[in-house]
């Protein structure tokens, strides 16, 4: 059973990237080389071996094991603490669901009711992933205050321009798949999909 174990400890470290495998970095600071396991992501934004990098983490143990879990950015280590926080999600396995895209993609994803999306990671059925999709679906959807995520926002202003509401626009982007990317590409997808239905 994994718990965390005062995550805040140690918010993050900086220092020289020493070592690079697909699931762990070792990161040297003041004399000690820190072992973090990290995603893909988080892989994809780590320098070259002997360059300076900062990660952001979180402490968590499993009986006698202790193990931290690195990110790129403040946004994925809260939004990992939030999955994890979620029953039957486990860290590796948040981690995982963390390492399946960039998190704007992710949320989206989720936000959209994406359940198969979240399927791809070892260890999550389709029980985990509806549990996933209806603990965060209506966070991730309006957002803070009714504010879209990342490019979406744009999606959405740009619809209400051509005289959509809010609802009507909001709707449409929650059913866009997540493989459209970009503002422009987006925007043209829910036109077309909005203009099947009148």
Same mark, same amino acid.
């Given at each position: 059973?994994?718990?965390?174990?005062?995550?805040?400890?140690?918010?993050?470290? =900086?220092?020289? *990237?020493? *070592?690079?495998?697909?699931?762990?970095?070792?990161? =040297? &600071?003041?004399?000690?080389?820190?072992?973090?396991?990290?995603?893909?992501?988080?892989?994809? +934004?780590?320098?070259?071996?002997?360059?300076?990098?900062? $990660?952001?983490?979180?402490?968590?143990?499993? /009986? #006698?094991?202790? /193990?931290?879990? %690195?990110?790129?950015?403040?946004?994925?280590?809260?939004?990992?603490?939030?999955? #994890?926080?979620?029953?039957? @999600?486990?860290?590796?396995?948040? !981690?995982?669901?963390?390492? @399946?895209?960039?998190?704007?993609?992710?949320?989206?994803?989720?936000?959209?009711?994406?359940?198969?999306? !979240?399927?791809?990671?070892?260890? $999550?059925?389709?029980?985990?992933?509806?549990?996933?999709? $209806?603990? !965060?679906?209506?966070? *991730?959807?309006?957002?803070?205050?009714? =504010?879209e995520l990342g490019e979406d926002e744009d999606v959405l202003h740009a619809l209400q321009a051509l005289g959509?509401?809010?609802?009507? &626009?909001?709707?449409?982007? +929650?059913? !866009?798949?997540?493989? $459209?990317?970009?503002? =422009?590409?987006?925007?043209?997808?829910?036109?077309?999909?909005? %203009?099947?239905?009148?």
């Open positions: 059973m994994w718990r965390c174990y005062n995550k805040n400890m140690i918010f993050s470290i =900086e220092g020289i *990237l020493q *070592l690079k495998t697909l699931s762990y970095v070792v990161v =040297e &600071a003041g004399g000690v080389g820190y072992r973090v396991r990290v995603g893909s992501e988080t892989l994809k +934004h780590t320098p070259a071996l002997g360059q300076k990098t900062k $990660i952001y983490t979180s402490l968590y143990q499993r /009986e #006698n094991d202790i /193990e931290l879990y %690195g990110f790129s950015t403040i946004a994925e280590m809260e939004f990992f603490e939030v999955l #994890n926080s979620i029953s039957g @999600i486990g860290p590796k396995s948040a !981690l995982g669901i963390l390492s @399946i895209a960039p998190l704007d993609t992710l949320k989206r994803a989720i936000a959209g009711g994406q359940i198969d999306y !979240l399927t791809k990671v070892s260890g $999550i059925g389709k029980k985990t992933a509806q549990r996933v999709v $209806i603990e !965060l679906r209506d966070k *991730l959807g309006a957002g803070s205050g009714g =504010e959509y509401s809010v609802k009507e &626009a909001r709707d449409a982007i +929650h059913a !866009l798949p997540s493989d $459209i990317q970009g503002a =422009e590409g987006r925007i043209k997808e829910a036109l077309k999909r909005m %203009g099947r239905k009148h």
